[in-house]
């Protein structure tokens, strides 16, 4: 058996690579500013978007609807099915696939734009 031996590193050494890493510290970057953008989104939505679509449809507040299922078995407990809630949350991800799109888009015509640049100059050296 002729293998190398490999160096033992400690737990803590082994987690601190593991942080390290770009992919980690990206991924936490991630999730603190989806975080961030999550609250951005919410009020936009429920303090601007809302209202006007509210306002559109007849001065419905879309929170309020619900339908209410009595109980049959005796209690005086009913069922709640708060659908208005699910369409605000059906527009909440509208809104926030559009603006994820409209994100990528722009990146993604800034990557076209560095490339043609990036072409040109390549093609100057020549």
């Known amino acids: 058996m002729a293998e190398a031996k490999k160096e033992k590193k400690s737990f803590k050494e082994e987690f ?9 510290v990206d991924l936490a ?3 603190a500013v989806g975080g961030a953008f999550t609250a951005i989104v919410n009020s936009l ?7 006007i679509v509210g306002l559109i ?5 879309f929170t309020g609807l619900a339908i209410r299922i ?5 209690t005086g407990d009913e069922a709640v099915i ?3 809630n699910f369409i605000q949350n059906v527009i909440q991800f509208l809104v926030i696939a559009w603006v ?9 015509k800034l990557n076209e734009r560095r490339e043609a640049i990036k072409a040109k100059r390549e093609e100057k050296k020549k």
Do not use: H, L, Q, T
Request: overall charge negative; glycine content about 14%; proline content about 5%.
């Open 82 to 84: 708060a659908y208005g």
């Open 100 to 108: 994820i799109f409209m994100v990528i888009k722009a990146m993604n």
């Open 45 to 51: 939505v429920n303090d601007i978007v809302m209202p």
């Open 57 to 61: 449809a007849g001065g419905v507040d």
């Open 29 to 31: 970057v991630g999730v």
């Open 70 to 74: 009595p109980n049959f078995f005796g």
């Open 16 to 24: 601190i690579e593991f942080i390290n890493r770009g992919s980690v």
